[in-house]
């Protein structure tokens, strides 16, 4: 197939929906399909104030018209609600195509935090957005029970995968002569991740900030004691995940989480709130901790067997995500094509 997927979310930007767009595509053109990927880097944009690595298209409408007509896909799928979504979502349906999208990050709830606008205006934003969808695909049971309870409508699932040949357990000495335990947090350091909460416990050990993003300054001058190492790939995030102890994710507003699961293939196991996301991946497994006091969670966790954690996460294969993918998309064909909602 020709596949069009738009995203206001990339390339390589630090967060989950992109690295899970960019591992995709590799998968579909394996297979031989054919993907174009439209994204704010096609258009004339600027950076989301507060998150410079975020671009905002500036009216893409016109030139995504033309992206598409001259790509003429079979299939359209819709990554994220920014601009590049909305324009993507608006030739659509003014030329009656059939076209599917997901719900993959609480846009909304980030939106509401930093701008102060009423949360129950950006749900309204939400359904009417994917409610002319074919197909909503989200990536777990949870998030599954909240659109429908947010009313949105044909939900499907997109399950995830982790890149099992690069996150496994690896022997290093990184965090060699540091206090232990050490407790890992690895992601964009933003003040929807709720970092404070996990800083701010008083916990022996050495706690280690991995990644980049526009709260690190600000946790940088509150928590000087932190271990600060930026942003890590490839073979160095693997050692960061394998020579720590722990790995904590306060965060209460993700929808997944792929560094717990990225954690949890290399051997670490997981603290966390008992939320949707973490909840969904650790499940009952004896694999991680929930409760609602991170201490707690924290201490449970690192009781855990960490050979019990590469084997659950070994139960999730980008293979099976991408089969999800493509089984849940529409071809774009006008016949049979659903009314706009709202």
Not at 153 to 172: I, Y
Not at 241 to 247: K, M, P, R, T
Request: with cysteine.
């Amino acid at each position: 197939m020709k596949i069009l997927i738009a995203t206001d979310t990339y390339p390589k930007q630090l967060n989950g929906v992109s690295r899970v767009l960019d591992k995709t595509e590799s998968e579909l053109s394996a297979r031989g399909h054919e993907v174009k990927i439209v994204s704010a880097d096609d258009f004339t944009n600027f950076p989301w104030p507060g998150y410079k690595e975020i671009k905002i298209a500036v009216f893409p409408a016109r030139k995504a018209a033309r992206i598409i007509e001259q790509f003429s896909p079979d299939a359209i799928h819709i990554m994220s609600e920014g601009p590049v979504g909305w324009a993507v979502r608006g030739y659509c349906i003014r030329n009656n195509l059939r076209f599917t999208t997901s719900w993959l990050s609480r846009l909304s709830e980030y939106v509401s935090i930093r701008y102060k606008i009423p949360l129950k205006w950006l749900h309204g934003l939400l359904r009417r957005f994917h409610n002319a969808a074919a197909q909503t695909m989200v990536t777990t049971a949870g998030m599954t029970a909240e659109a429908r309870t947010l009313g949105i409508a044909r939900v499907t699932r997109w399950r995830r995968g982790v890149e099992l040949d690069k996150f496994r357990p690896v022997e290093t000495t990184l965090f060699q002569g540091l206090t232990r335990p050490i407790m890992l947090n690895v992601g964009r350091v933003a003040v929807e991740k709720s970092l404070e909460k996990f800083l701010s416990l008083d916990l022996a050990g050495t706690k280690v900030i991995v990644g980049d993003g526009p709260q690190l300054k600000a946790l940088k001058r509150k928590f000087p004691e932190v271990l600060y190492l930026g942003v890590k790939e490839g073979e160095e995030l693997t050692e960061c995940y394998s020579a720590a102890d722990v790995f904590v994710f306060p965060s209460l507003t993700d929808t997944f989480g792929l560094v717990n699961l990225e954690s949890l293939a290399c051997g670490l196991p997981v603290a966390a709130y008992p939320v949707t996301g973490p909840k969904d991946i650790i499940g009952d497994a004896p694999v991680g901790a929930l409760d609602s006091n991170l201490q707690v969670a924290i201490e449970k966790a690192l009781l855990l067997d960490r050979a019990d954690c590469v084997a659950h996460a070994r139960t999730y294969s980008w293979d099976l995500a991408t089969e999800d993918f493509i089984s849940n998309l529409v071809p774009v064909s006008v016949v049979g094509a659903l009314p706009v909602d709202g």
